[in-house]
Each structure stands twice: as structure tokens, then as C-alpha cells.
């Protein structure tokens, strides 16, 4: 089984100043695990993904995330906030067992960015 | 279009009534997803098919939900005897035939948003 947790369902920044949004996984497997965001009235776009081959993932709009397998967290850091990025993120995973191919969602977190 | 589209984009029904969902994937995208996003709270699995082979209905809450794909492309997802713990955003993903063990990645429609009364 795999599941997702992100620790903090609202975080606010200061524009100019760094994100950090927290998510610890488990799974029974060898995790695929990746990072959506969500715009109103948009669809989800992925921000980066990790499998298995770095462990510092870089991302589009210069998200990174790095997965720490000893800590089992795959928290999304980024050095300097944008007006733009106030949105809802989503920490996501699949493992390889079985054929399932479905992505399991966290309950999300949503970005403000304070002016 | 380009992407993955969803229609209607927001539907209103009375409790009782059915519903149907639509989704156009990226074109020669062979895999397709079903998930529900209740408010605030993060997309859940409802059901996938590769081509018009529905491989996977394990999330689909109850037997009043029913998806098919027949030719392999467009997918709808149909709610009979809606009720009101069905308003939720539906979501659509596709994605594309990839390597064996491969992971490709899943492009997400708008979603429909719909609401019981």
C-alpha cells in the first residue's frame, strides 16, 4: 500500500523569500513520487518527478525536491517566492508493485504569497 | 486542442438524476484515469483503462458509477441515482505507451465540476 502525507495544509511566504512544503510517503515499494500544482480553475501540472535515478529532482519554475529515502520525505523547496506561485500543490505517488498505475494524491497544500 | 479535454466543464443535478462525464485524452494516448477531488481534499483513483480495456475499477465508490472507453479513445464516466456526497471535482488523466517498467507522465484535464442538489 502507499500513501502520501503533507504535513501543512496552508503555508504563506513573503514574496522573495523561500517555499518549503513538507510530504513524508510510504510505500511498500520502491516509490515513484512526484509534485502537482494546481491553479483555480486549471488543470494539474506536474512540477518535477523522482524516479529513482537523482535524488535532487529540479522542477519547471524553479521548484526542486529532494527524496530522502532514510527520512522517507520528499519535501518541495524553492529559494525565492513568486507572486506566481500561490496556488494548491500536491505531493504524489506510485510504487511498481503489482500493475497498478494509478497516482496516489496528498490532501494538499495551499501556497499563498504575500506581497 | 492540444491537451486533455473535459466536458461540461460544471454540471448541476438533482439528487436522483443521471449524469454523464466526458473526456477527450491527448491524442495516441492509450492510457486514461478517472479520479474524484472532493473539496479540499487531493484527487482520489477512481478507475483506469488502457486502450478501451478498463483494467482497473477498484476505486469507483459504488456500483451507481460506471466508465467506458468503447473505441479505444473518448471516455465517459457515468453516475446513475446521484447523491449529494457525489459533488466533487472528476478529473481525467491520460498518458502515453511508454517502455516496459516505464513511467510516463499523466496530463490532466480541467475536471467537471459537479454539484448534487
Known amino acids: 500500500a502507499q500513501s502520501v502525507t503533507q504535513l501543512d495544509s496552508h503555508v504563506s511566504v513573503s514574496e522573495g523569500t523561500p517555499v518549503l512544503l513538507r510530504c513524508n510517503y510510504s510505500?511498500?515499494?520502491?516509490?515513484?513520487l512526484f509534485w502537482y500544482v494546481q491553479h483555480p480553475n486549471k488543470g494539474l501540472q506536474l512540477l518535477l518527478k523522482?524516479?529513482?535515478?537523482?535524488?535532487l529532482v529540479k522542477g519547471i519554475n524553479g521548484f526542486e525536491a529532494e527524496f530522502k529515502k532514510s527520512e522517507t520525505s520528499f519535501h518541495l523547496t524553492k529559494p525565492s517566492a513568486h507572486m506566481s506561485d500561490a496556488a494548491e500543490y500536491f505531493c504524489?505517488?506510485?510504487?511498481?508493485?503489482?500493475?497498478?498505475?494509478?497516482?496516489?494524491f496528498g490532501s494538499g497544500t495551499q501556497l499563498t504569497v504575500l506581497p | 486542442g492540444a491537451g486533455v479535454s473535459q466536458s461540461p466543464r460544471y454540471k448541476v443535478a438533482k439528487r436522483g438524476q443521471d449524469v454523464a462525464l466526458r473526456c477527450d485524452p491527448i491524442s495516441g494516448h492509450v492510457s486514461l484515469f478517472w479520479y474524484q477531488q472532493a473539496l479540499g481534499q487531493g484527487p482520489e483513483f477512481l478507475t483506469y483503462f488502457q486502450n478501451e480495456a478498463q483494467l482497473d475499477k477498484s476505486g469507483l465508490p459504488s456500483d451507481r458509477f460506471f466508465a467506458e472507453r468503447p473505441e479505444g479513445s473518448v471516455s465517459t464516466l457515468k453516475i446513475q441515482r446521484t447523491q449529494q456526497e457525489d459533488s466533487a471535482v472528476y478529473l481525467c488523466?491520460?498518458?502515453?505507451?511508454?517502455?516496459?517498467?516505464?513511467?510516463?507522465?499523466?496530463?490532466f484535464g480541467p475536471g467537471t465540476r459537479l454539484t448534487v442538489l
Open positions: 488523466a491520460s498518458s502515453a505507451p511508454g517502455l516496459a517498467g516505464g513511467l510516463n507522465e499523466q496530463f
Open positions: 510505500s511498500s515499494y520502491s516509490p515513484s
Open positions: 523522482y524516479t529513482s535515478a537523482a535524488t
Open positions: 504524489v505517488v506510485r510504487d511498481h508493485s503489482g500493475s497498478a498505475r494509478q497516482l496516489t
